[in-house]
């Protein structure tokens, strides 16, 4: 009998969360697993805002090693936090069952967004996407995994509310119910879908990972990705994209904000099915001859 699959997973509960559905799917398919917690850069500085930490896959790095290093035979994340390069030799196993890929707003009293007000958020594109709804608001940084976040939101008064990833919230089953579910916002490339790495030449680990890839989800959110690599942004930069399989069409919206708001490139496209390999680029080439291009490259100074 092959001995049980190792997979590594960072050590918040929404990330153990994660770890333990696809070990769960692929106990289901007859593989067994056990999870190895992995202390990760991103979990261990929560002052510092991500985009001013200068480490590409913040979240992805520490796993990344332990895979190379043959300490784990897989790796789990949040696929929005992985960088559009994989590592040499590292390769992508499965990508599971997506959820909701929507923000929510979580307010505190009586919200009225007519006044200045203070939101907080750890996120740039979602401050650019904020300021731009909301020009008149403030927004502020904020850090930590979901339970941190929601404390700080509640003993921190002059904030009127925060933003949080839906999907998060319902997977720690702490989605209140006054949250407001922001669908004119768009979502990160690949929020709310779980992947799971492995080696290239581990066998064992790529044959499980197989059995529990989702074709349909893993289409959509490739051209995401292929759009957040067009624009050559990293997991912080303000750019949104969504894709979406309707009625055998891929529907794509793709937008870039600047970090005040007051600059937005917006984009969106319908293909057949059978021709989106090109779609999340194309996209993207629309938004920089749009003026993107400029906003990308001052951006590529700040961040």
């Excluded at 696809?22 to 992995?38: C, D, S, T, W």
């Excluded at 050559?232 to 891929?250: Q, V």
């Excluded at 794509?252 to 005040?260: E, M, P, R, V, Y």
């Amino acid at each position: 009998m092959a001995k049980p699959l190792i997979i590594g997973t960072r050590d918040s509960q929404l990330a153990l969360w994660q770890a333990k559905t696809i070990q769960q799917q692929l106990a289901k398919k007859g593989y067994p697993a056990e999870l190895k917690k992995v202390k990760s850069t991103g979990d261990l500085d929560l002052d510092q805002p991500l985009y001013e930490m200068g480490i590409t896959g913040i979240f992805t790095k520490t796993l990344d090693v332990a895979l190379i290093n043959d300490e784990i035979d897989i790796a789990v994340h949040s696929m929005k936090d992985v960088p559009t390069q994989l590592p040499k030799t590292i390769v992508e196993g499965a990508i599971i069952e997506r959820a909701t890929p929507y923000d929510v707003l979580i307010p505190k009293d009586d919200l009225d967004t007519e006044k200045s007000v203070t939101i907080a958020t750890g996120s740039l594109r979602r401050k650019a996407q904020w300021l731009h709804q909301y020009p008149h608001h403030r927004t502020k940084n904020i850090r930590g995994n979901v339970q941190t976040r929601m404390r700080k939101l509640n003993e921190t008064k002059h904030w009127k509310g925060a933003i949080f990833a839906k999907a998060g919230l319902e997977r720690m089953q702490m989605l209140p119910d006054g949250a407001v579910v922001l669908n004119w916002m768009l979502s990160a490339p690949a929020q709310g879908a779980i992947l799971a790495v492995t080696r290239e030449h581990n066998d064992q680990a790529r044959k499980a990972l197989n059995e529990i890839h989702k074709t349909n989800v893993a289409a959509c959110v490739h051209q995401e990705r292929a759009f957040l690599r067009r624009l050559e942004g990293g997991c912080t930069a303000p750019i949104g994209a969504l894709a979406e399989l309707k009625n055998d069409e891929m529907h794509f919206h793709g937008n870039l904000t600047s970090l005040d708001g007051k600059q937005y490139f917006e984009v969106k496209r319908s293909v057949p099915v059978d021709q989106v390999d090109e779609l999340g680029k194309s996209c993207a080439d629309k938004i920089l001859m749009q003026g993107g291009d400029q906003l990308m490259k001052e951006l590529r100074q700040i961040l």
